[in-house]
Nanobody, 125 residues
Framework: QVQLEESGGGLVQVGGSLRLSCAAS??????????ISWFRQAPGKEREFVAA????????YYADSVKGRFTISRDNANSSVYLQMSGLKPEDTAVYYC????????????????WGQGTQVAVSS
């Protein structure tokens, strides 16, 4: 089993920045947590993909809505993944979840086996 814990959420003004962290623990290996992604869910909306990164940092990909504003990175030595968010907009307000899955998990939430509890991000105008 793999446990994921997010942190770093909070309230920020439009145009501000936040850095989210996802700490992994448990049975971590390059297969079960090959892909780690961030998803988000706003009130009344479905969970949506935000960004993903592969085990060796070879691939990083983003939702069009955050491209150029968000940066995903990972530190396998510390079993952590980060999401640096800048240029925040009110529409970025959501609960942000970290998820881990095998190679090819991609942008679909149901392909991820492990999830954190989420961290709230609120952007005020």
């Amino acid at each position: 089993q793999v446990q994921l814990e997010e942190s770093g959420g909070g309230l920020v003004q439009v145009g501000g920045s936040l850095r989210l962290s996802c700490a992994a623990s448990g049975r971590i290996d390059s297969v079960s947590v090959y892909t780690i992604s961030w998803f988000r869910q706003a009130p009344g909306k479905e969970r949506e993909f935000v960004a993903a990164i592969t085990w060796n940092n070879y691939l990083r990909y983003y939702a069009d809505s955050v491209k150029g504003r968000f940066t995903i990175s990972r530190d396998n030595a510390n079993s952590s993944v980060y999401l640096q968010m800048s240029g925040l907009k009110p529409e970025d307000t959501a609960v942000y979840y970290c998820a881990a899955g095998r190679a090819g998990a991609g942008r679909l939430a149901d392909r991820y086996a492990y999830w954190g509890q989420g961290t709230q991000v609120a952007v005020s105008s």
